[in-house]
Every structure is written in C-alpha cells, then in structure tokens.
C-alpha cells in the first residue's frame, strides 16, 4: 500500500498539471466555438480554476468527510490571498484598477461573511446550497452586463489568448478529457492520503485540508495569474484570484451542500473562517493603498501565510 505522504504529493502533482490542462483545454474549445472571449474569461477561466477544490470537496463529503470539504475550501481562499497574491507580488510588483477592487472585493468579503454565519448555524444544508448557487449565477451575470468595456474585454482577450492549447481540434479534445480525468483523479489521491496522514500524525482532517490539500487545489490559480501578472494583465490575475475566491463559497460549497448537507465544525466557524475574512481584507487593503502591491506587501503575505500554516499544526 502506498504510503499517505505519496497519495498526497503525487495527488498534488496531478490536480496541479491536470487543472491547467482541463483550464486550456476548456478555453481553446470555447474558443474554437465561437465563444466571446469575454464570456470565456467570466466562466471558464474563472470556474476553471476552481475544478480541483470543486472535485475534492465532493469526494471528501461522499467519503463521509466534511471537514475536507469546508477546510479545502476555506484553505484555498486564505492560500489565494497570501500565497498566491504574496508570490505574484514579490515576483512583479502590480498595479490593479479600482472597479475591480469596488466590485468583487466587496462581493467577495460578502460572501465570506454569508460563510461565516453558516459556520455560526454549523451548517449549510440542502436549501442553503441552492441559494449559493443562485447567488453565484446572479453574479457571473452582472459581471458580464457590467464589464462589456473595452479595457475590460482587452483583459478577458489576454486570457484567452495565454490559456490556449496549440495544434489541432483532436489534440484539444485529448487535453480536455486528460484534463477531467486527472482532475478526478487527483482529488481522490488527495483525500486518500489527507484522511491517511492526518491519523498517521494524530492531527484533525481539517488541519490536513487547510494547509496540503488547499496548497494542491490553488496551484490552478497560482499557476494562470503568474503568467498573467508576468505578462502585463495583473488585472486578469487579481480577478482571477477573486472570482476564485467567489467561486470557492458560492459554486463549491453550494454543489457540495446540493449533493449532501454539509456540516460545519466549530473550530472552522470560530477559527479559521474569520482569519479568511481578515486576510481578505487585508489583501484588499493591499491593493487599494496606491491600487498597487509592492514586492515588500508581497513578502509580509509570505510570512503570515507561513505563520498561518506553523499556527494550525502547533494548536
């Protein structure tokens, strides 16, 4: 039997090249469809990188274990915000626009205090993932009435542009379907060695889910808004962090919640979504001072992610 830290690397590893081949592979077939790239940018782009947190979090709830699935999501968005914003920064400092901040920050600090008072319920049931659902259509909606501006379908151009897979329509088809399956796949390597190792050391799935599945499930995210960031559109990265973030509560939890009630446990409610809440502001608070992120920002996100990670092991 495989030991659990190779479930979990090797799972890593899969999520990580399996995510960017189904984001590409998703990208160039809508384009080759005809799909306005401001369409694809809004949707696949931004759901795309949220396949592997999706894919875990319904293996974790039918595997009967919850706190994966809250965990790898709340882990995610702190991991999005500190990790992924920190290494964009420290790497090229970045400048955002102020619509962007206004609007999905604000949503996205919505959303998160919507997590908070379910975690406080203990609970997001059936009914409650169906409204998330809604929440997260009415969203992508106004986010495409909202951002038919020029300099807004020039960023959502940049993504489709850097997401396509080259060569033939065959080719896309084997990169699409490799992509699903190793998406799948990966998820269940993870949570496999998650629930292994977390017995293994006599520390909670939570812990587990927080900190090396949420690292494994945001490398998507890392990935795309890197290449973004390097290439001049840090716009398209910071909203691809965001709309993650979004995404993460609204499409994750709900699709999960939708298939089974999914139970919040009470160090999650009283811990750890609350320190997502303050990282998010912080993020935010990062990027609204000069609308830029300096390299020294960066750094600061960097080591209080690693406090972060040293803190839920410790305790």
Known sequence: MESPVFLLLAGFVVLGVAGEALLRGAVTLAKSLRVSPLVIGLTIIAFGTSAPELTVSLNAVLDGQPDISVGNVVGSNIANILLVLGTMALVSPFAVATGTLARDGGFMLAVSALLFIFGMIGMI???????????????????YTSARREEDTTEAEAGVDENLVPGGPWLVVLVLMA???G?????????????????LWGVSEAVIALSLVAVGTSLPELAVSLVAAMRGHAGLAVGNIIGSNISNILLILGATAVVMPLPIADIMA????????????????????????????????LALYAAYMTYIYIS
């Open 270 to 301: 009283m811990r750890d979504i609350p320190i997502m809440i303050g990282v998010a502001c912080l993020g935010l608070f990062f990027l609204a001072t000069n609308r830029a992120m300096t390299r020294a920002e960066g750094g600061i996100s």
């Open 125 to 143: 049931d059936r009914l409650f993932g169906v409204a998330l659902l809604m929440g997260l259509i009415a969203f992508t909606y106004h986010l």
């Open 179 to 181: 992509g699903i399956a």
């Open 183 to 199: 998406v799948v796949w990966g998820a269940e390597l993870m949570v496999e060695g998650a629930v292994a190792q977390a017995k």
